[in-house]
């Protein structure tokens, strides 16, 4: 599972910042359409800042759970019982 949420955080967060950078050619790559108008380039970067957003949750969300599951692995097997 961590690996997962790490793969995918690179993934979005890369994706959020090209779009940041330049989204009428990150827009005709991935949808194979362009676009003139300002109102969309400002809704493709809103876009890719919530990508940007989405990756670095799901970054710690993979650390999150790294922590917890080695939490849970130093719990049992230190416990006495």
């Known amino acids: 599972m961590r690996v997962f949420l790490s ?6 967060g890369a994706t959020g910042l090209a779009l ?18 300002p109102a ?3 809704i493709a970067r809103l876009a890719g800042a919530a990508l940007l957003v989405l990756g670095m949750a799901c970054w710690l969300t993979g650390a999150f ?10 719990r049992v097997a230190g416990s006495p019982s």
């Open 7 to 12: 793969v995918t955080a690179v993934l979005e």
């Open 20 to 37: 940041l950078a330049s989204p009428a050619v990150i827009v005709s790559l991935l949808l194979g359409t362009s676009f003139d108008a």
């Open 40 to 42: 969309a380039q400002t």
């Open 65 to 74: 759970v790294a922590r917890v599951r080695c939490d849970r692995i130093v």
